[in-house]
C-alpha cells in the first residue's frame, strides 16, 4: 500500500516548499512539490493526493498584500479543482503565507452563501515584521493537525499576521464552533492578533491554516535553546502536525 501523498503547492517567491516537503516525508507521506502553474494545466496532478498544502514564503513579493496575488490565481484557474479537493475530504494545510492564502480564495472562514471571506490577517499591530518563536496552545477539538498537541513552541516570520474577522459576531461564532483551535500562549501574543489566534480550521478540522511554522521545528535541534534543554535525537513540535496528517489519511 502506497504512503499518503502531500501535494505541497508552490508560486513564484514560495520559498518554504522545500522543508515542508521533507517534514511530510519525515513523517512517512510521500511529497511532491508542484508549481500552481503546472497544476492550473493539468488540475488532475492533485487527485492522486490526499494533503494539499500551500507553504510559507513571500508569494509573488507579496505585492498587493500578503498571499492576494497567489489568492487570485487559485480563485481565477483552479477554484473548481481546489474545492474538489476539499469536497472529497482531502486535507488542506496552509502555512503563515498560505494561511493569507486559504483565507482570500474562500476555502477557510468564508461566509457559506456568497463565498465572500469572512477572516484576513491584517498588519502586525507593531508595524514591524516579526521573526522569532513563540508559545502556543492546541486547544481540544476535531481539528486533525492539532491532535494530541497542547502547549507547544514554533517560530514565526511575518509582517502581516494579526487574525482579524469582519465583525465580534463572527469571532465569537468561530469560536463558538471550534475553529480557532490554535492560540498564542497568554500573554505572548506577537501581533495583534484577535482572541490570541495563531491558527483557524474549518468546522470538520480537515482544513488548518497557521501562522507559525511547523516545518522548521521537526528536530530538536532547530530550537535556539535545545542544549541542555531538549534531547537532540528527539523530533520538534512541529513534526507533530505532518504525523497526524499522514496518519489521518492512512
Request: positive net charge.
Amino acid at each position: 500500500m502506497l504512503a499518503p501523498r502531500a501535494l505541497v503547492l508552490r508560486a513564484p517567491g514560495t520559498n518554504c516548499d522545500h522543508e515542508t516537503a521533507h517534514a511530510f516525508e519525515r513523517a512517512g507521506g510521500i511529497a511532491r512539490r508542484v508549481h500552481v502553474r503546472a497544476l492550473a494545466e493539468r488540475p488532475a496532478i492533485a487527485d492522486d493526493c490526499q494533503i494539499l498544502c500551500i507553504p510559507g514564503g513571500f508569494s509573488y513579493g507579496d505585492d498587493i498584500a500578503s498571499g492576494r496575488i497567489f489568492a487570485l490565481e487559485l480563485k481565477t484557474r483552479l477554484s473548481d479543482a481546489l474545492f474538489r479537493f476539499r469536497d472529497r475530504g482531502g486535507l488542506l494545510l496552509g502555512i503563515c503565507n498560505g494561511f493569507q492564502v486559504l483565507l482570500q480564495t474562500g476555502l477557510l472562514l468564508a461566509d457559506p452563501a456568497s463565498g465572500a471571506p469572512l477572516a484576513t490577517l491584517a498588519h502586525n499591530r507593531s508595524g514591524r515584521f516579526i521573526d522569532r518563536w513563540v508559545r502556543l496552545r492546541a486547544l481540544p477539538g476535531p481539528c486533525v493537525f492539532l491532535k494530541g498537541l497542547g502547549d507547544f513552541e514554533l517560530p514565526i516570520a511575518h509582517g502581516e499576521g494579526r487574525f482579524v474577522t469582519c465583525s465580534a459576531a463572527a469571532l465569537a461564532a468561530f469560536e463558538a464552533a471550534g475553529q480557532l483551535p490554535l492560540r498564542y500562549a497568554a500573554g505572548t501574543n506577537p501581533n495583534g492578533a484577535a482572541a490570541d489566534v495563531a491558527g483557524a480550521s474549518d468546522p470538520s478540522g480537515r482544513i488548518l491554516g497557521l501562522m507559525p511554522h511547523p516545518e522548521r521545528f521537526i528536530d530538536a535541534t532547530q530550537h535556539p535553546a535545545w542544549q541542555g534543554r531538549l534531547d537532540p535525537h528527539a523530533a520538534g513540535s512541529g513534526l507533530a502536525l505532518f504525523v497526524n496528517a499522514v496518519k489521518a489519511v492512512s
